[in-house]
């Protein structure tokens, strides 16, 4: 399964920073961020995580956050 979402996340470091927080509830998701698109993308690859809680993670951190449709 992979999701694609539009984010505000513009700073490597906090990129790197939400990935590590999503990584503590997905642990086996690839995670990663691509901040030269225009949408500042986060995409998650796995068997199974939860596409609100990626959103949760994101938004408890300050940032927007939705499914790229």
Avoid: W
Avoid at 39 to 47: C, K, S
């Amino acid at each position: 399964m992979v999701e694609v979402f539009k984010t505000n996340v513009q700073d490597i470091n906090r990129s790197r920073l939400l990935v590590e927080l999503i990584k503590r509830d997905f642990p086996v998701c690839r995670v990663n961020f691509d901040l030269e698109d225009c949408d500042n993308i986060l995409r998650i690859e796995g068997a199974q995580f939860c596409t609100q809680r990626i959103i949760e993670v994101l938004h408890l951190n300050g940032h927007y956050c939705e499914v790229l449709i």
